[in-house]
């Protein structure tokens, strides 16, 4: 809670931190706070948001104490490519709806799409048409096999190659006000070391890097595991 808010922390009579979207840094407070009607709880909210180093704002809503549902968020990275990492994103999702889990696939290759490629979809709309405004995560959604929800990337789009913290918080943002209904989270990542690995790979709990038995490869995703 940032410095100025009239808020007794002392006070807090509830307090947890969760996981929402994968992110770090949910924090929710209910307190006892002065008030004309003393049965009425104060919920306060920061999300910094899973990227490090990006400061959200805090909002003060009246009521009870709000839930959020756990979203399991696994990022799927490579140091080169070519070593099968979206075919494994793929199968994995197909591997996780069998196990009677909601799936969704973020395809974080942002410029070169591929996930659509490899379920043979053909989406309208891609992560270009959010950062430009106007559309919402849901809006973008396309629904794969087995009722996989695939959020796609552009295709040839070079400027999506590099965020800039503006584009990371409308990402972070999408996510955090999306409300389906989902148990797990791929992220399919670019290969290298690239600064959009890196926001999405410190937006995931867990992070699984693919290698292949061949010098360059290895060396590679040593590289990016440090």
Do not use: W
């Not at 839930?67 to 070519?82: E, L, N």
């Not at 950062?131 to 070079?158: N, W």
């Amino acid at each position: 809670i940032k410095r100025g808010q009239n808020l007794e922390a002392k006070r807090a009579t509830k307090h947890h931190l969760n996981h929402r979207h994968g992110g770090e840094g949910y924090c929710s407070f209910s307190t006892a706070l002065p008030s004309p009607r003393p049965s009425q709880s104060v919920t306060v909210e920061y999300n910094t948001g899973p990227m490090l180093g990006l400061e959200g704002e805090p909002t003060v809503e009246t009521g009870p104490l709000k839930t959020t549902k756990y979203i399991k968020t696994i990022a799927v990275a490579s140091g080169k490519g070519g070593v099968g990492k979206t075919n494994l994103v793929a199968n994995l999702a197909v591997a996780l709806h069998k196990l009677g889990k909601k799936v969704m696939i973020v395809d974080a290759d942002l410029g070169l799409s591929n996930i659509d490629v490899l379920f043979h979809l053909k989406p309208r709309f891609n992560i270009k048409h959010l950062l430009d405004g106007g559309m919402t995560l849901s809006d973008i959604l396309v629904e794969g096999p087995h009722g996989i929800k695939i959020f796609p990337a552009a295709s040839g789009v070079q400027e999506l190659t590099a965020l800039d913290e503006f584009q990371r918080l409308k990402i972070l943002e999408a996510f955090d006000a999306f409300d389906g209904n989902i148990d797990i989270l791929l992220i399919d990542t670019p290969a290298g070391v690239s600064e959009n690995v890196a926001f999405f790979c410190i937006a995931a709990q867990e992070i699984i890097v693919i290698t292949s038995p061949e010098p360059t490869a290895t060396n590679d995703a040593y590289a990016l595991i440090k």
